[in-house]
C-alpha cells in the first residue's frame, strides 16, 4: 500500500465504511494481539477543566503483516449541546505506519468513538454475561447508550431493554426510535433502580462524577459494563459493589488511572490482585469469563486506544481501496 499521501476522511464517510459487526470482531482481535505481544502498548494522557476536558489515547497493532499506529485526541465538554449546539465529544485521529511513522489517514474520531466502545461491550458480553440473557437496563440514553444495545443485540438474545436518563424526554425518544428499529420491546422508564433488579444486564453509560449503582440494587448473575468513567473524575459503580464480584477490565493500568476500579483502589476495598483478568486475556483463552451462573460480572470499560487503531485501520484500508477521502502530502 503506498504511502504518498495522506487520507482525510470525514465522519459521514467513516459511518459509511465501518459497520458495527466488523468492528466488533477487530476489538476482539485486538484485545487478543494486545496478551500476546503484537502491539504497542496502549496509553492515555488527560488535561481536565472543571465542565470537561481532552484526552489523548495512543496504541499500536501488528495487522496482517502491517504496523498501525493511531493516537486520538479528544475534548469531552458535556454542556456543548445546551451551550453552542455542538457535539458534546470532538476530535481526530491520526493513524501512522507503524515501521516508518507516515501520517496514513487524519479523520474525525467521534464515529469510531462511538461504535468501537459498544463494540467492546459485546466482545465483554460474549464472555461474561449469560448466555440466555434477556433483559438489559441501559443508564443513559444518548448516542453511546444506543450503539451499545445495538452491540448487545448482535451477541446476545435480547428481548427487553428498560431504557433510563435524567432527562425523561430522550429515553422516551431513545425508547422510541430503537423498538423501531431492532424489533424488540424497549420502554422507557423512570426508576433505574427496580430496572436493574428485573434484568441481566446493566450497562452505565453516563458522565456522572457520583456513583449511583450500587452491591444492593444487582442480583445474582447480572452482567453490568460500566462504561461511562473515563477520566479520574468520573465514577458510575460503588466501589463496594467491585468486592467479591468478577472485575474485568480492558486496560488493568489505564482502569487504575481512570476508570470506576480507580475509586475501588482509592477507597481501598479491593486491590489490583482482586481484578479477575483483562479483557484479552479472556479472549486469549488465558483466563476463564463467566464461570457460573451466580456470579456478578462487571466489566470496566475505559475505552482504550487499541480499540480506535483497529477500528480506523479498517476505515484507511478501505477508503485508500475505494479511493474515498481527501488526499494531501503534509510533507511537502
Do not use: W
Not at 84 to 105: H, K, S
Amino acid at each position: 500500500m503506498k504511502s504518498d499521501g495522506t487520507l482525510i476522511i470525514k465522519r459521514h464517510e467513516i459511518a459509511a465504511l465501518l459497520t458495527l459487526d466488523e468492528c466488533i470482531a477487530a476489538v476482539e482481535q485486538a484485545f487478543k494481539l494486545n496478551v500476546e505481544g503484537q502491539s504497542l502498548p496502549p496509553g492515555v494522557l488527560e488535561s481536565l477543566r472543571p465542565d470537561g476536558g481532552f484526552h489523548i489515547k495512543a496504541a499500536g497493532l501488528k495487522l496482517a503483516g502491517r504496523t498501525y499506529f493511531a493516537a486520538k485526541v479528544n475534548g469531552n465538554f458535556f454542556h456543548n449541546i445546551r451551550r453552542f449546539g455542538m457535539p458534546n465529544i470532538q476530535g481526530v485521529i491520526v493513524l501512522c505506519d507503524g515501521e516508518n511513522g507516515y501520517p496514513l489517514a487524519l479523520m474525525d474520531s467521534v464515529e469510531i468513538t462511538i461504535v468501537r466502545t459498544g463494540a467492546a461491550t459485546a466482545v465483554a458480553a460474549k464472555y461474561l454475561a449469560r448466555p440466555d440473557s434477556k433483559v438489559a437496563t441501559v443508564c443513559g440514553c444518548g448516542n453511546q447508550g444506543r450503539i451499545q444495545i445495538r452491540a448487545l443485540t448482535r451477541v446476545l438474545p435480547l428481548e427487553r431493554v428498560y431504557a433510563y436518563d435524567i432527562d425523561g424526554a430522550q429515553a422516551d425518544g431513545f425508547a422510541h426510535d430503537l423498538s423501531a428499529e431492532l424489533q424488540i420491546e424497549v420502554k422507557p422508564v423512570r426508576d433505574l433502580l427496580s430496572a436493574v433488579a428485573g434484568s441481566d444486564i446493566c450497562v452505565t453509560c453516563t458522565p456522572s462524577r457520583h456513583s449511583f449503582l450500587k452491591r444492593e440494587h444487582v442480583n445474582a448473575g447480572t452482567f453490568i459494563a460500566a462504561v461511562g468513567a473515563d477520566n479520574p473524575l468520573k465514577q458510575e459503580l460503588d466501589p463496594d459493589l467491585m468486592v467479591s464480584n468478577k472485575i474485568v477490565v480492558d486496560i488493568l493500568e489505564q482502569c487504575a488511572m481512570i476508570g470506576d476500579l480507580r475509586h475501588a483502589l482509592e477507597k481501598g476495598v479491593i486491590t489490583r490482585a482482586d481484578v479477575h483478568a483483562e479483557l484479552g486475556e479472556i479472549v486469549a483463552g488465558r483466563k476463564p469469563g463467566r464461570t457460573s451462573e451466580e456470579e456478578v460480572t462487571i466489566f470496566d470499560s475505559t475505552g482504550t486506544a487499541l480499540q480506535d487503531v483497529a477500528a480506523a485501520a479498517i476505515v484507511y484500508e478501505k477508503a485508500a481501496g475505494a479511493g474515498i477521502g481527501l488526499e494531501l502530502n503534509l510533507t511537502e
